[in-house]
């Protein structure tokens, strides 16, 4: 009798829920937020390699900014003394439930704005999606992100470096070091940089591997960043 009753109420709810698209939206939210025994939604754990790309993204402009509209939006849902993240909660029913009540209660442009930080918690970092997403906001990387110590750690290839000496101070210079070490070549990218030692500064200067849409500095692929983009390009790109 109980599977009765709950598999017709579930009927005629759901089937009234359709004429109610608003709060079908809220609850949508909720179930990401909170969880059900049916939704598992999982945030991007942000697994730094080392401790160097740790440090870098600890230490980013980009992170800073969304954390600080994070806790907007948790005081939103009477949360103004919590500091985490919001997406991906363990399915609690009661949990869920709040959650809902807390979105019917907002006006449907801070709904989005709760419904704009759960997504960006669940992208998928390295993936498809953020090349796609990148590239159709024209997101401008130098606005969130320069050239920082970890990248210059991890900078280890003299040919890559080479390459990225003649974007940054054109193609004599870097021919003039193309047999330079790696360290040397980075002393000088850095250089033009920072216009030190009789270097004339460049400002905002990205990589390929940084920009959008983000370009290889060799032929011999395995750059997995410009494959996804290569992979999604004609989706988004009309020729």
């Known amino acids: 009798m109980q599977n009765y009753v709950d598999l017709h109420r579930h009927a005629a709810v759901r089937c009234r829920f359709l004429d109610h698209p608003a709060i079908a939206l809220r609850l949508m939210v909720a179930h990401a937020i909170a969880g059900s025994s049916l939704w598992q939604v999982r945030r991007e754990p942000q697994r730094a390699a080392n401790e160097t790309v740790a440090a870098s993204l600890a230490a980013s402009k980009a992170e800073a900014a969304f954390a600080e509209k994070r806790r907007e939006v948790l005081a939103l849902l009477g949360q103004s003394d919590e500091d985490g993240p919001l997406a991906g909660g363990n399915g609690d029913a009661f949990a869920l439930a709040n959650v809902f009540a807390r979105l019917l209660a907002l006006s449907d442009d801070d709904v989005l704005r709760v419904l ?52 940054i101070g054109g193609k004599p210079v870097a021919d003039g070091n193309v047999s330079e070490k790696v360290k040397t070549q980075k002393k000088i990218i850095r250089d033009f940089l920072a216009g030190e030692n009789g270097r004339e500064k460049v400002e905002t200067w990205l990589p390929r591997w940084m920009k959008f849409p983000a370009e290889s500095y060799t032929n011999r692929g395995g750059f997995r960043t410009a494959d996804h983009w290569a992979k999604v390009r004609h989706l988004f790109v009309s020729e």
């Open 116 to 167: 704009a930080i759960v997504m960006a918690e669940t992208l998928e970092a390295g993936s498809a999606v953020i090349e796609a997403l990148g590239n159709h906001l024209s997101v401008d990387m130098a606005a969130f992100w320069q050239p920082d110590d970890g990248f210059f750690e991890l900078l280890r290839g003299r040919d890559i470096a080479n390459l990225m000496l003649a974007d």
